[in-house]
């Protein structure tokens, strides 16, 4: 078995000293304190500590000795003293305050969000009643195309959910046919950066979302989906498909073709080898351990960014590779998201309004998968895409009969 969080990022994305320092200080202190008491000086004198920039310094009434004993002043994370002391009645921080979902929006970069969503629990009970939730991230260029409809999917589900969405930041729109005031999707918009089809960036923005979501610390399952994408269930029906899972949903298989192994660069060698390499659909479901596993990367992801370009398609690859790498145990090697190849090119099929019938959803919905490993069978997919706004009024139609929300 192996350790959750093997590969945690051991390096700060900023200039950190130890706080053993500040013992070593306080150490001083009492020692000084003590011999100064012990040889019956008692003289005036006035120990002070400058926090701010580390100076130890001794004041006598009758001479004055500064020790001298300097430390380099933290550049980073210092904390105003002052403001701390003065406040500290007020002060009050529990695991309530800990627990509580951070700000969507912040200011950092994807360096420092990566190293904090990386923290992970060593203790694995709770000592607090727990309601697991799901995230949901959305990777988008623009809105949400079918926000109408998971806005019915989310509804009367709160506290068991979460949104994030990543969309480009030259979007500056809001949603379509969805009022901004309630909209589940009002203010879950994390920090974006461009995403380009098929470029690794993709992958950076897929981390950037597990990242974000990870710093919930009732997420427990994460799904990545695209703004064509429509669940095919109800809520309660997908979250206890997810929370009972023992498995992760990263579709993951080997493709001798050329638009398999031909994709290998011979640089990911010895880290990489081509018959490691896998490849598979890019709109994942994965448990907690696995997304602080992604995030946490920094052996196999820079190969990616550095040799998976041009025609090499890294949101084919990365996720299938490396799960299969270190984490195929936990694999179900499938994806959970429906898509159509069957036309050819480069591109799944769209729908528009004209396909989506009874019998189409029903179609999708009845596929049985093995699920948790076993011999039990489940659906094999909760989700589909691709989906353009014209199909919209019948999905929101249709949802209430097929898809019982
Ligand atoms: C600390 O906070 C106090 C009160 O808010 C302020 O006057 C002082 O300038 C701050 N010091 C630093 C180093 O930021
Ligand atoms: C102390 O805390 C209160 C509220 O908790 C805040 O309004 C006030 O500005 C704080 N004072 C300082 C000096 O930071
Ligand atoms: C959105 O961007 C367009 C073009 O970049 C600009 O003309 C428009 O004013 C922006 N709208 C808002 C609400 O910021
Ligand atoms: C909103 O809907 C209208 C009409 O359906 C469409 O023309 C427009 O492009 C949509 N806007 C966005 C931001 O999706
Ligand atoms: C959700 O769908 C399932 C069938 O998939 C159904 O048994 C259940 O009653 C539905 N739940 C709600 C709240 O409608
Ligand atoms: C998931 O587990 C819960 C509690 O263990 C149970 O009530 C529920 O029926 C299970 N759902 C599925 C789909 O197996
Ligand atoms: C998933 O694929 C890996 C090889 O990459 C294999 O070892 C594993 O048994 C597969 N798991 C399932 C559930 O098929
Ligand atoms: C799965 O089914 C096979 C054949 O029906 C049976 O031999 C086996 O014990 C079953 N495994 C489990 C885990 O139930």
Redesign the pocket.
Known sequence: MKSPNSNAQTQYPFNSISKLFNLQQHLLHSLTYFLLLGCGVTLGIIISFNLKDYTFSLHFTQFSLSAGHRLPAPPLLQLNETTQASNKSHIHIGLKEYLKPPPVMHDMDDEELLWRASMAPRIQDYPFERVPKVAFLFLTRGPVLMAPLWEKFFKGHEGYYSIYVHSNPSYNGTLNGTDPETSVFQGRRIPSKEVEWGKVNMIEAERRLLANALLDLSNQRFVLLSETCIPLFNFSTIYSYLMNST?NYVM???DPSPVGRGRYSHHMSPEISIQ?W?KGSQWFEMNRELALEVVSDRKYFPLFQKYCKHSCYADEHYLPTFV?LKF??G????SLTWVDWSKGGPHPAKFLWNEVTVEFLESMRSKQC?YN?GNSTNACFLFARKFLPSALTRLLRLAPKVMQF
Do not use: I, L, T, V
């Open positions: 498995q993951a298989y080997d490691q896998r299969s195929w145990e694999n179900s090697n499938r093995k490993g």
